[in-house]
């Protein structure tokens, strides 16, 4: 009887500290299932972000290559233009150089020239000045102010 007793003393006094011991474990599975769980909500978070990161890359890149090939069509029309005018110019050049070419007038070979374009071609300050409707002192004026600034840097 006194190990009956003696057994149930024992009985009673480890029951509060098994009891706690229980809880604890019950509450430490609790706050496992809660971790749990906010991990996963947020790996379903960054799941979404990415694909949102994803859409909006494949569109960036879409644009950009949009982009590229309309610079490469502006460039390659660009060429043109300038091969264009390099012809023209070899053409212009020549013509003017042809006596047998006198039907066109130095107004018509050189409309359009920049000041240093005509001054390339060999035309003179008399000329330069007819085709710009100025006087040729002005014109020399003119060239002269840009040789002393060439000089000047």
Do not use: C, Y
């Not at 500290?17 to 599975?29: E, H, P, T, V």
């Amino acid at each position: 009887m006194e190990i009956l007793i003696f057994l149930l003393l024992l009985i009673l006094v480890l029951l509060p500290f098994l009891l706690a011991k229980g809880m604890r474990k019950s509450s430490l599975f609790a706050d496992e299932a809660g971790k749990h769980l906010e991990l996963k909500e947020l790996e379903n978070s960054l799941s979404h972000l990415l694909s949102e990161i994803e859409t909006a890359s494949e569109r960036a890149l879409g644009e950009a290559d949009r982009a590229t090939i309309r610079l490469e069509l502006v460039i390659k029309r660009a060429e043109e233009l300038i091969d264009n005018m390099a012809h023209v110019t070899r053409e212009q050049k020549i013509e003017m150089k042809s006596p047998d070419k006198e039907s066109l007038s130095i107004n018509e070979i050189a409309k359009g020239l920049s000041l240093d374009e005509m001054v390339s071609l060999g035309l003179s300050s008399n000329q330069i000045a007819q085709v710009l409707g100025i006087g040729a002192g002005e014109v020399e004026l003119i060239l002269n102010l840009k040789a002393n600034k060439r000089f000047d840097n």
